[in-house]
Structures are given as C-alpha cells and as structure tokens.
C-alpha cells in the first residue's frame, strides 16, 4: 500500500509516498481502507519532532489521526461492524498513521459515517469536533449565559467551537482576518474581532471563558479580558515567558481522550443542524507538501483534507 512517512523530523521535504506492507487487523481491530484524512496543525508538529516519542520509534514512520474509509477486513472478535461500512474515526492518542491507504484500528474508537457526509467532510469533523466538545463542554464547562473568547476562530476546531458555542446558547466572540469575519458570523459568531487592526484587551472586558487556539503570548494578554474566576483552556503551545495566571483564573490544557461517545455527539450535532462541515480544501497524496505548509502558515480556513481514494 502507498503511505505518506516521514523519514526524519523536519520540514515538509521530510514527507514522502512510499510503499509500505498492509496492516492485519487484531482481534478487535477493524482494517480500514482510508478514502480521506484530515491534516491537523498537530500532524505539522509531529512532523517536526515538537512532541516527545516513545522509546521503540524510529524511522521511517506515519502521520496523521483522523480518518474516514471503508471497512475492508474485520477482527475475529469484531462485532456490529462488518466489511464494506463506511465509517470515521480518530485513532488512539499516541498512534500515528492515517496518511496511507490502510489502516487498523479498535472496534470502539469508529462510528457509521451518515449517507449525507462525505468521507472528505466527515474526515474533517473527527478531531476537530472531539477536541471542541472536550473543551468546551468538559473543561470550560460553558453555560448558556455565559460569554466566550475564541481565539482563531477561523481554523477546523474554531469553526467547530464557534458553533458550539452557539448552540449552547452563549454570547460567542472570536478573533480572525478581515477576511474570515463574513465565514464566522455566518456560522454564528455574535463579533469578530480583527487581530491585525485591534488588540482584543482593549476591546473586551468581562469574558466567562476563553478558547484559546493560537498560544504565544495570546494567551497571557487573555488573562486581562477574563471575569474574576474566570476560566482559560488552550491547545495551542504557549510562550516560555508564560507565568502562572493570576490569583482566581483557571488556565488548563484539556485532555482530549479519544472516545467513542464523542464520535456520536458530533454526528448528533450534525443531524439536528446545530453544527455544520467546516469550509475544506482537499490535495492528493502527490502534493502532501503543499497541504502541510499550507497548514504551517496558520492561516487556514477551516480544514485541509487529503483525498486518498
């Protein structure tokens, strides 16, 4: 089977198509024949060797985490799946490997895709959507009354957040280009706020939680806009000039497990309207380079999708 591997941490030259043995699934491990994978700003730091390997890596290796195919072989202990679904899902964390045309993957950790989505389209609401849901719902714990700062609204799990955030029912802010202000409100947000012309302190005031996507020092100058109590949940690297928050806010990094249950929350959202697919650009396996530094650039708006088959 053909895979995209990286051959050592780097720049995008590092990636490269290779031919690559096709996976067994284990008992109950499904394999699946991937039609799509998304490219997340996580897969771009994988690649560049920015978060920590266990100690049986090596090269060379896969990337990627979410994934849309069809069932091709199933595990002698698989139930209520068999060949020929179409299904989607986010491998486990610490597992890499979507960027190829095969792939296993535990029983629990897919769901059927709707007739109505697209492989390319549910492969871009996987992780974007379990990472918004964990955030917001489990970490932020956002109420209906409350108002919420996002930062980088604009990008797969804004677009997400922002929408989320909506149906919720609070007061939703967010942060973008001049020329994303039109996609975001259209998606909900009730104000959008130009970073490149306004600085959002000055701006704001009062905010119950902030979403922050972007990191850096975004995250410290947050602090200024938050209620008393007020709450902060990033993904996003932070500075190493970043100090304790002060006295009264709670800053976290939320645990985004893969779960099942997530999965199904998002398809649910997507049925009854309340969330809709982000805008996607697709690329070919051929041109994987150019869709990870598409994704360097952080402006994205929301997701890159490789079409595999």
């Known amino acids: 089977m053909k895979a995209v591997n990286i051959k050592s941490f780097g720049g995008s030259d590092v990636l490269q198509v290779q031919e690559m043995p096709k996976p067994e699934p284990k008992p109950e491990e499904v394999l699946i024949e991937v039609y799509a994978a998304s490219v997340n700003p996580a897969d771009c730091k994988m690649r560049e060797g920015a978060y920590p390997v266990s100690s049986d890596f090596s090269f060379p290796c896969s990337i990627g985490r979410d994934f849309s195919g069809v069932v091709a072989k199933c595990g002698t202990k698989v139930d209520n799946i068999k060949i020929g679904d179409a299904i989607f899902g986010v491998l486990p964390r610490g597992v890499e490997g979507t960027y190829q045309e095969y792939l296993t993957i535990d029983q629990n950790l897919v769901v059927t895709k709707p007739k109505n989505l697209s492989h390319v389209e549910a492969a871009a609401l996987a992780l974007t959507g379990l990472t918004s849901l964990v955030s917001i719902e489990e970490s932020l714990k956002l109420k209906s009354n409350e108002r919420i700062l996002i930062h980088g609204g604009a990008g797969g799990v804004g677009s997400f957040s922002v929408q989320l955030a909506r149906h919720i029912g609070s007061e939703v802010i967010t942060t973008a280009s001049q020329v994303n202000h039109e996609y975001l409100l259209d998606l909900g947000a009730n104000q959008v706020i130009d970073y490149n012309k306004y600085d959002f302190t000055k701006i704001l005031k009062n905010i119950d939680v902030v979403f922050d996507l972007i990191g850096g020092d975004v995250h410290t100058r947050s602090w200024k806009v938050l209620k008393p109590n007020g709450k902060i949940a990033y993904i996003a690297p932070l500075s190493n000039k970043s100090n304790s928050p002060p006295s009264g806010i709670q800053a976290m990094r939320p645990d985004v497990q893969r779960d099942k249950k997530y999965l199904l929350k998002i398809l649910n959202l997507f049925e009854i309207g309340a969330v809709r697919v982000p ?31």
Request: a positive charge; proline letters at 3%.
């Open 279 to 309: 805008q996607i650009e697709t690329y070919p396996f051929a041109l994987v380079k150019k869709a990870h530094d598409l994704v360097d650039t952080q402006h994205v708006r929301g997701k890159i999708v490789l079409k595999i088959k």
